[in-house]
């Protein structure tokens, strides 16, 4: 939980305008959690699927802003 919350400080302070959207994201991924854990699965299994999907989301931010800032610098 603490990896969750020291990554998203992060983008919180890089990048201010989308950490509203990207906020939304991870607040599903996290309630899902803990519907799985209420509901009894594994613990093991919800930790490995909630860190594949926070990769899966770190993967697209990263992408993202890759692309964007090769976009700018090609437009120069």
Do not use: C
Request: aromatic content about 14%.
């Amino acid at each position: 939980m603490s990896l969750i919350i020291t990554f998203s400080q992060g983008l919180a302070e890089v990048f201010p305008k989308e950490w509203d959207e990207w906020q939304h994201w991870i607040r599903d991924m996290m309630e899902d959690r803990t519907r799985m854990q209420s509901k009894g699965m594994n613990h093991r299994l919800v930790s490995l699927i909630t860190f594949y999907r926070l990769t899966r989301f770190a993967f697209h931010i990263g992408i993202d802003k890759v692309f964007i800032l090769a976009t700018r610098r090609a437009t120069r």
